[in-house]
Structure formats: structure tokens, C-alpha cells
């Protein structure tokens, strides 16, 4: 699960969950990454994007320019940073590192609402890494 916040200044603009199964956490922090650039780069008076994450070993993966795994959500990730780029010379963007023992407090609130989050599934057997292995394997033996 990612929990993401849009701010300009100080203030909160937008507040997004995002829920996947079966992905891996990298994989969860770019596609929130991805979503938030995305948004971020329609409003007109957005001259910089400062991503604050406790991953930011995922946020390599973005400008790695050989094949990975991750490479769907770094090529669109860069496809909006490039338009973002493209608007005024002035632009820019900046990562930066929070771990989650920093005890930041808009760190603590995200970390506070991932963990009260319950999520119930609509198809609970189908969200399993067993049926996920099950269903897998009886492809391949399809095949």
C-alpha cells in the first residue's frame, strides 16, 4: 500500500491510497511516484517536485535506462518528466531520502494511516499468494 500527499507550501492538495496485490514494494513506490509526477505536472504553477520517500532505492530505477523489471513505470515516469521539463528551463525536481526512524512528522501521520488502513478484498481467495502461485502454474502447464 502507498500513501501519497500532494502539498503546495504547506498546504495538503491531495491525499491518494493506492492499494495493489501482489506487487513488490518497489514496484508500489514507483506506480506512487508515477501517479503523483502525473498529477503534479498538469497544474501550470508547479516550477519544482520535491518526492520525499522512505525507498528511495526505487527511485533509481527511474533513470536506469537498461531493461528491468520496473522499466513500464520508469518510462512513463520519464515521459512526465519530460513534458514537465519542457515547459520553462526553470524546472526541477528533487528527491529526498526520509527513513521512516526519522520520526518526521508528516512521515509519522502517512505511517499512522497505511497501518490503520484495512482493506478487505472483493475477491478474497483470488488476492492469495497462493492462488496467485496456483493460477501461475496452471498457465504454464496450458501452455
Known amino acids: 500500500m502507498s500513501i501519497t500527499h500532494v502539498c503546495l507550501g504547506q498546504n495538503i492538495v491531495v491525499k491518494t491510497i493506492h492499494h495493489a496485490v501482489n506487487v513488490t514494494s518497489t514496484e508500489a513506490e514507483l506506480f506512487a511516484i508515477r501517479c503523483r509526477i502525473n498529477q503534479v505536472i498538469q497544474v501550470t504553477d508547479i516550477l519544482y517536485i520535491i518526492v520525499i520517500t522512505d525507498a528511495i532505492h526505487s527511485v533509481r530505477y527511474i533513470f536506469i535506462s537498461l531493461s528491468h523489471h520496473y522499466q513500464i513505470q520508469s518510462i512513463t515516469i520519464a515521459?512526465?518528466?519530460?513534458?514537465?521539463?519542457?515547459?520553462?528551463?526553470?524546472?526541477?525536481?528533487?528527491?529526498?531520502?526520509?527513513?521512516s526512524n526519522a520520526k518526521w512528522i508528516h512521515h509519522l501521520i502517512v505511517n499512522k494511516k497505511t497501518k490503520k488502513f484495512n482493506?478487505?478484498?472483493?475477491?478474497?481467495?483470488k488476492s492469495s499468494w497462493d492462488f496467485s502461485m496456483k493460477d501461475k502454474c496452471d498457465s504454464i502447464i496450458q501452455n
Not at 79 to 99: A, G, H, M, V
Not at 119 to 125: A, H, K, M, V
Open 119 to 125: 482493506l478487505s478484498p472483493i475477491f478474497p481467495y
Open 79 to 99: 515521459q512526465d518528466l519530460r513534458s514537465f521539463f519542457e515547459k520553462s528551463i526553470y524546472n526541477s525536481i528533487k528527491f529526498w531520502d526520509c527513513p
